[in-house]
């Protein structure tokens, strides 16, 4: 019988510097997808503390993954089913880094950081410079964040190592203009990762309107949230503008290629 890994992934609204809303709608999203009977669930880009460009911002909202407070963030996460994949920001001796953090049962199973940082503005954080490879009832699967999906290598530094998913935790709530040149273009870029490499491709990001005020011009995010198969067939998406959390099923091959 085919083993078969379901994989879950969210497109949430931008929760910003606000833990207890974040946490709020990771349970909720882990509810629904423990009812799926969902294996690994995906989060956006920096989920957990918001993803606000500016330096000021990522120190006060950071938080070091050896310390007392984000022992009780994961206190409250340890009765989830699923293994949860989610960004966020993370201060490790003195430095600060875009992270995805890979929890099982409120524990650190391992920790992706961002290795290809956009210029100027997040230079602020430290580029990780390792691409770990996880696994779940025998799927491997690595990580790519936002802007990495942007460059070969990282995609290929995962499929190198014998896995066979790309998550991607994503956040691109942008100018109007910006989202709507780049409205298409993602789904695009998961299609040139996939040719090159044969991955499945799991991908999460932010939705809604950022208002004009404390942190700039008026921003808009449409997605989109989707899941791709090696052929690079969108298997499932998430409406553009719209909340919500898809599922797949991906079998799982053998080291000797066989289902």
Known sequence: MMDIVRVGTCQTPEII???????DVMLRFSKEAEEKKVD???????????????????TEHSYDFESE???????????????LVFGVNEKKTGQYFNSAVVISSGEIIGVYRKTHLIDPNELFYTPGNEYPVFEIKGLKYGINICY????????????????????SPAQNMLRRETAEYWKDKHSD???????????????????????PGQYGVERIAYGPT????????VVAQVPL????????????ISSDGKD
């Open 226 to 233: 989707l899941a791709m198969n090696p052929k690079a067939e």
């Open 148 to 167: 990495d999906t942007q460059f070969a290598d990282a995609a290929k530094a995962i499929a190198d190592q014998g896995a066979q998913l790309l998550l």
């Open 241 to 252: 503008m719209t909340v919500g959390m898809i599922a797949v099923d991906i079998p799982v």
């Open 17 to 23: 510097g606000d833990l207890s809303a974040a946490l």
């Open 189 to 211: 870029i998961c299609v040139e990762r996939i040719r090159e490499t044969g991955l499945w491709f799991v991908r999460s990001d932010v939705t809604g309107i950022r208002p």
């Open 69 to 83: 407070q984000f022992s009780a963030i994961l206190k409250q996460l340890e009765y989830i089913k699923p293994v």
């Open 40 to 58: 690994l669930l995906l989060f956006p880009e920096c989920f957990l503390t918001g993803y606000i460009l500016s330096e000021s911002f990522v």
